[in-house]
């Protein structure tokens, strides 16, 4: 046990460090009144880091608060190295407020303002544009009768000079006028800071304020060491460890009802999820609709004849847009053939998986560029010519028209392409050239992909999040997802950019997903942009300063009430009529809206929010609107959108965090310590990780162990799913993720299996316990998890134990007055070593009465069912 004794000394050494102040003896007296503090960004970093501090007694020798610690970091642009904060000027306003300007990059015209009263806390960013075409470059402040002037300097474009604006309150300013050196006072200093010239500002403060930073930055240390813990140190903090033993009490008196819809998915177009994933379409690119501005023009073959070759010396194949479709479909592709018995051939994603005997139901538009009838072969083929299916059409018409048509393969395979081979020569127009097997899931016509989506809907999940986060609210306000382009005829459909950097054809679209929640029994929770773009757009000034123009809100907010009539509208209804004329009469009971996903909550965020937010409650009090609070669990975004829902009694917010294995076994007790008189709780996207974002079965117990909390916790938290869902192997933008497929096989993975095992054992009334090891030691303790749950519908007792340690729990239970009505219960196993990434869950029956005991493997997660009266 030395070893585990030793790190509870250092961290309790960590701790007494954070309530020490920073000169040892307690004497008031040794305590300066005030000292000098350093504001600055180091310039040796280029603006990629934040906010940093230093203190001096004499302005001589200055000592950094903490090692290159952040207290204000820049949240403008696109993640990584975009968000820079340069030259960053720090000023006291006459009520004591602190307030920081800084420049954003070397090519924007704006500056970004933030203001805070301790410099720990921060409020709203806002990025003020000033001016177009030019650059913002070392802004000041000066402040005149609570008249603020901001000055800065600008070069671009040929030109140099000094501009500025002035305001009262860093929300309205006046129009940008030249200034003359002379009006201009640069207060920033030059000192060096462990061996490095920086430049920044000087500023007398209190004792007090610099030793509350320091403690803050002790903490946020300490927190971090807690974060960084991973099996990895096991061998170490737990060397002297022995099996332990456990005795468990259930407290039937004490119940309380929680939520019932505590696991659900999250679907989003991320890792090629829809087009070459969930949505079953065989056919890459079917439309011609791919464009090079899909991937910000980085990849020169992605455009509209991506995934088509010609084959044939003599034949031409040419994109044309001259006479669409539709509108919403202006590219076409037109096959000239010369050479009879070569044509045009499409790739799929990454090959066609076909099935020996499986039936595919081909289909295209067409029409005869000449008045002559053309006969098409419809051919799917192997990589050497083998041929695994084969029919044909007779294209007979000048204007556009459907044919379709079945083909039947003869053989299994996964890399297969789809040939379409005119039998005269001549010109014919194509397009909507799609592929899809008959066996999708629940037999949908334009279906999910029937195993893809099985193991979705295996989960059981109560609710699906869709269409996606940052894919919700896009690249920019030309890339935020309306879901009005995403129904009715395909050809009518409108694709776009993906903002992972690839195509969204929109077949699978709003009301397929509406289907795939019915079709699983799940409840829809379809995810709608606040009238604003991604906070880490890269497109329209970085996406920040902007949302849809005032002027353009009605019309966003019609859209958004005209969803919630498409899924619950009355046939007699304009959309609840589209809704019936696409196959569907009956409402589709939608209960949630989200607005909003991890967005920057600033004044044009809240404004819009705002306006959605009360449309909504005021025509449909019966829908629950969902806010959001941002990327993170705690920090400006985080607090501004709590704020804002307890001003506008928001009823449920989307709280997101990804943190490390370390993070979830220190933060059990996260939302014990909520306010229930609040808003609820959806924890929209979360996941463990450890370096290197492996799925295995260390994330997957950190995940099953924090889920213990959240059933404790059920009655604030209404609703979790873990995120991404979905992977497609060779096309991923994010790890770790919970399924994995190619074209013919699906790979859950042991993060999965946890989602399972809780969403197919839910309950809706928890029962407390108390749990006492025969190690008191804190790191022990937090490694062991429990959770009682009862299902109201079948009356079973749902035991969840989780067991982070590397040795074996050996647990005594008292199940006394639960009214256990059978002699055996039902166990689900799932262990296996910390790396391991193929563990599966085992099932077996053990003998239980009121009281048994049970073991809880090393590294484990064991769920028990009991039948009770």
């Known amino acids: 046990m030395k070893n585990i004794i030793k790190c509870n000394c250092i961290a309790l050494a960590l701790s007494l460090l954070m309530l020490m102040p920073i000169f040892a003896n307690n004497n008031k007296a040794v305590h300066p009144g005030s000292v000098y503090l350093f504001a600055y960004t180091p310039e040796n970093l280029s603006g990629r880091t934040g906010l940093q501090f230093a203190w001096s007694v004499d302005k001589e020798n200055w000592h950094s608060v903490g090692q290159n610690h952040n207290f204000l970091l820049s949240d403008y642009g696109r993640w990584g190295s975009q968000k820079k904060m340069k030259s960053p000027y720090l000023f006291q306003d006459a009520g004591g407020v602190y307030h920081c300007v800084w420049s954003l990059n070397d090519k924007d015209g704006s500056f970004a303002h933030a203001a805070s009263k301790d410099l720990i806390t921060w409020g709203r960013q806002s990025y003020q544009e000033v001016m177009q075409d030019k650059n913002c470059l070392k802004p000041i402040v000066s402040q005149n009768n609570g008249i603020f002037t901001i000055s800065w300097k600008s070069s671009a474009n040929g030109t140099n000079g000094l501009f500025a604006v002035t305001t009262s309150n860093f929300i309205n300013y006046s129009e940008t006028k030249t200034i003359q050196d002379s009006k201009r006072s640069d207060l920033r200093e030059s000192i060096t800071i462990s061996g490095i010239l920086q430049n920044g500002t000087v500023h007398k403060v209190s004792w007090d304020l610099v030793n509350n930073l320091i403690k803050n930055e002790q903490l946020t240390t300490y927190n971090n060491q807690l974060k960084e813990e991973s099996s990895k140190t096991d061998a170490i903090r737990f060397a002297s460890l022995k099996p332990l033993n456990a005795t468990m009490t259930v407290e039937a008196t004490r119940s309380k009802k929680i939520s019932n819809m505590l696991t659900g998915v999250f679907f989003e177009d991320i890792n090629y999820a829809a087009d070459?994933?969930?949505?079953?379409?065989?056919?890459?690119?079917?439309?011609?609709?791919?464009?090079?501005?899909?991937?910000?023009?980085?990849?020169?073959?992605?455009?509209?004849?991506?995934?088509?070759?010609?084959?044939?010396?003599?034949?031409?194949?040419?994109?044309?847009?001259?006479?669409?479709?539709?509108?919403?479909?202006?590219?076409?592709?037109?096959?000239?053939?010369?050479?009879?018995?070569?044509?045009?051939?499409?790739?799929?994603?990454?090959?066609?998986?076909?099935?020996?005997?499986?039936?595919?139901?081909?289909?295209?538009?067409?029409?005869?560029?000449?008045?002559?009838?053309?006969?098409?072969?419809?051919?799917?083929?192997?990589?050497?010519?083998?041929?695994?299916?084969e029919t044909s059409i007779n294209s007979n018409s000048v204007n556009w028209k459907k044919y379709n048509a079945v083909l039947v393969s003869n053989k299994t395979a996964t890399d297969a392409k789809l040939e379409i081979?005119?039998?005269?020569?001549?010109?014919?127009?194509?397009?909507?050239?799609?592929?899809?097997?008959?066996?999708?899931?629940?037999?949908?016509?334009?279906?999910?992909?029937?195993?893809?989506?099985?193991?979705?809907?295996?989960?059981?999940?109560?609710?699906?999040?869709?269409?996606?986060?940052?894919?919700?609210?896009?690249?920019?306000?030309?890339?935020?997802?309306?879901?009005?382009?995403?129904?009715?005829?395909?050809?009518?459909?409108?694709?776009?950019?993906?903002?992972?950097?690839?195509?969204?054809?929109?077949?699978?679209?709003?009301?397929?997903?509406?289907?795939?929640?019915?079709?699983?029994?799940?409840?829809?929770?379809?995810?709608?942009?606040?009238?604003?773009?991604?906070?880490?757009?890269?497109?329209?000034?970085?996406?920040?300063?902007?949302?849809?123009?005032?002027?353009?809100?009605?019309?966003?907010?019609?859209?958004?009430?005209?969803?919630?009539?498409?899924?619950?509208?009355?046939?007699?209804?304009?959309?609840?009529?589209?809704?019936?004329?696409?196959?569907?009469?009956?409402?589709?009971?939608?209960?949630?809206?989200?607005?909003?996903?991890?967005?920057?909550?600033?004044?044009?965020?809240?404004?819009?929010?705002?306006?959605?937010?009360?449309?909504?409650?005021?025509?449909?009090?019966?829908?629950?609107?969902?806010?959001?609070?941002?990327?993170?669990?705690?920090?400006?975004?985080?607090?501004?959108?709590?704020?804002?829902?307890?001003?506008?009694?928001?009823?449920?917010?989307?709280?997101?965090?990804?943190?490390?294995?370390?993070?979830?076994?220190?933060?059990?007790d996260f939302y014990d310590k909520y306010d229930r008189s609040k808003a609820k709780v959806y924890l929209g996207e979360y996941a463990a990780f450890l370096p290197g974002r492996p799925n295995n079965i260390e994330t997957a117990l950190a995940e099953a162990l924090y889920l213990t909390s959240i059933e404790r916790n059920g009655d604030v938290v209404s609703m979790a799913s873990i995120a991404p869902m979905l992977a497609k192997e060779g096309h991923t933008q994010w790890n770790p993720d919970i399924i994995y497929f190619n074209n013919s096989e699906v790979k859950p993975t042991v993060g999965y299996q946890v989602q399972k095992m809780y969403g197919n054992n839910a309950g809706d009334v928890y029962l407390p316990n108390s749990i006492t090891l025969s190690d008191g030691n804190e790191a022990v303790q937090k490694r062991i998890g429990v959770s009682v749950v009862r299902d109201s519908k079948s009356n079973d007792l749902i035991l969840k134990l989780v067991n982070m340690l590397p040795v074996a729990v050996n647990t005594q239970l008292d199940l006394k007055n639960l009214g256990i009505a059978a002699s055996q219960a039902t166990r689900i196993l799932l262990t296996g070593t910390p790396d391991s990434k193929a563990a599966l869950p085992k099932t077996d029956a053990i003998a239980i009465d009121e009281n048994f005991s049970t073991e809880m493997p090393a590294y484990s997660f064991t769920l028990i069912r009991i039948k009770t009266k």
């Open 421 to 668: 081979l005119p039998q005269n020569q001549g010109s014919i127009a194509l397009d909507m050239i799609s592929l899809f097997p008959q066996k999708t899931f629940k037999g949908r016509k334009n279906g999910l992909r029937a195993d893809l989506a099985q193991t979705i809907a295996d989960i059981q999940p109560k609710f699906m999040r869709f269409p996606g986060g940052c894919v919700a609210h896009g690249d920019g306000i030309d890339n935020i997802y309306h879901w009005k382009n995403t129904i009715g005829p395909l050809e009518s459909r409108k694709g776009q950019r993906n903002l992972w950097g690839y195509h969204q054809s929109m077949g699978l679209g709003y009301f397929e997903y509406f289907q795939f929640c019915e079709d699983m029994g799940a409840a829809p929770l379809p995810v709608v942009a606040a009238g604003v773009p991604c906070q880490n757009s890269g497109t329209g000034g970085a996406g920040q300063q902007g949302g849809i123009p005032m002027d353009e809100m009605d019309e966003y907010v019609q859209d958004v009430l005209d969803l919630i009539e498409y899924a619950n509208g009355d046939v007699n209804t304009k959309w609840g009529r589209k809704r019936a004329e696409a196959g569907h009469p009956k409402p589709f009971n939608l209960k949630y809206v989200g607005i909003g996903n991890e967005d920057l909550i600033t004044d044009i965020f809240e404004e819009r929010f705002t306006m959605i937010f009360n449309a909504v409650k005021a025509k449909h009090p019966e829908i629950t609107v969902i806010g959001t609070v941002g990327p993170f669990y705690e920090g400006t975004d985080y607090n501004e959108g709590w704020a804002l829902a307890d001003k506008l009694n928001i009823s449920m917010v989307d709280e997101h965090y990804y943190e490390s294995v370390g993070w979830f076994i220190n933060n059990q």
């Open 276 to 389: 070459g994933g969930l949505y079953a379409e065989l056919i890459q690119n079917r439309d011609f609709e791919y464009a090079s501005s899909d991937k910000e023009g980085r990849d020169k073959t992605w455009n509209s004849s991506k995934s088509w070759t010609i084959e044939g010396n003599q034949n031409a194949f040419t994109i044309d847009s001259l006479a669409p479709i539709h509108e919403n479909n202006k590219h076409y592709a037109v096959l000239k053939t010369t050479e009879v018995g070569k044509g045009l051939s499409n790739e799929g994603f990454d090959g066609i998986a076909l099935k020996a005997g499986d039936k595919y139901d081909f289909s295209l538009f067409c029409r005869n560029l000449a008045a002559a009838k053309t006969k098409i072969i419809v051919r799917l083929t192997g990589k050497n010519g083998e041929k695994y299916a």
